[in-house]
């Protein structure tokens, strides 16, 4: 473990991105009307416009890591609209290191959408590959094949779910001033989930919300934990402590509804809490729904984590 503190310490030391703009913003009583309940909003969306929300806290030690093993640069893999590929490049430019994009989809170009062209703005070189080789990208053979092509490139994978961008993750939990009973967020990867569960109090409870359509939380996440934790026992333990909110993807990864965008902007006019339609909408949506149909006999701390994504969605 001294290895992840000595991570840990670069990673505070390096003041581009101040992880201290992540305020706590307090939903007040009248939003949600719950006897019982105190909500507030962990605003890692303030981190940064582009480097923004969890993004960066799993960018924060791979960003490290590729200094310490004096690496040119960061590979990384995402599709088209990737917050964490615009992530990536816009750290990687502003730390001085170099970034190479895989990006889903050959008949893309740099020039496809704001998202892709900002990256090559940012420095970003963009290879396009096939929807079937992306679908391998995890592949021993094909992760192989990358490394040995860019040597001098640190291979992350997309969305920054490794080990690194998992550990990154627990200082969001680590940075609030009292103890919270629920935390509510929304999962794509994982892992960001994965890092705030091995930071949670025993009884706190994790409440994730796929964006994915028929996706396996916990498959997924016990994926990511099995080489952390170490052993299958273990990583159930930790998982009891999940709730997984499975009908809040509003038709799955990208899509939504009217209903969703009524909700965004009546979010946005009343709390003046801005949410994006990929991630964070539909996840405060079910936090909604839960709070509604939920009675609290004891007095509760609820804790939505912001995790960006508005430059996208
Ligand atoms: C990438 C992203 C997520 C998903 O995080 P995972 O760690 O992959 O589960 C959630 N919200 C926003 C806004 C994102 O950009």
């Not at 030690?61 to 990536?88: C, D, M, P, W």
């Not at 994978?157 to 103890?179: D, K, R, S």
């Not at 998982?239 to 965008?261: I, M, N, R």
Request: glycine share 8%; aromatic share 8%.
């Amino acid at each position: 473990m001294d290895e992840n503190q000595s991570y840990r310490k670069s990673s505070e030391n390096n003041a581009v991105f101040d992880t201290s703009k992540s305020l706590l913003q307090e939903i007040p009583g009248h939003f949600h009307q719950k006897a019982n309940v105190r909500l507030w909003v962990k605003r890692d969306d303030l981190i940064d416009p582009e480097v923004s929300g969890n993004k960066w806290r799993k960018l924060a030690l791979n960003v490290v890591l590729a200094q310490h093993q004096r690496k040119e640069g960061i590979l990384t893999f995402g599709g088209a609209y990737s917050n964490h590929l615009l992530a990536t490049a816009s750290a990687c430019s502003r730390v001085g290191l170099k970034s190479i994009g895989i990006v889903r989809g050959e008949e893309l170009t740099a020039a496809s959408n704001p998202n892709l062209r900002r990256c090559a703005e940012l420095g970003m070189d963009l290879i396009f590959i096939s929807r079937t080789q992306y679908d391998c990208r995890c592949e021993a053979s094909e992760t192989e094949m990358w490394k040995a092509r860019y040597a001098s490139y640190l291979l992350v994978p997309e969305g920054g779910a490794n080990y690194h961008g998992m550990i990154g993750c627990q200082e969001i939990m680590q940075e609030l001033p009292f103890t919270a009973d629920h935390v509510f967020l929304a999962q794509g990867t994982t892992a960001t989930s994965c890092g705030v569960l091995v930071s949670l109090p025993e009884k706190a409870v994790l409440h994730a919300v796929p964006v994915l359509k028929g996706f396996d939380t916990l498959a997924e996440m016990r994926a990511l934990l099995l080489p952390v934790l170490l052993d299958a026992e273990t990583v159930d333990d930790y998982l009891k402590q999940v709730v997984v909110h499975s009908d809040a993807h509003f038709g799955g990864y990208g899509k939504w509804t009217s209903d969703l965008e009524q909700f965004i902007y009546k979010v946005r006019q009343a709390i003046n809490l801005p949410l994006d339609k990929i991630y964070t909408g539909k996840a405060f949506y079910a936090l909604m729904q839960w709070l509604e149909k939920t009675d609290f006999t004891e007095p509760v701390h609820v804790v939505f984590i912001h995790t960006g994504g508005l430059l996208n969605g």
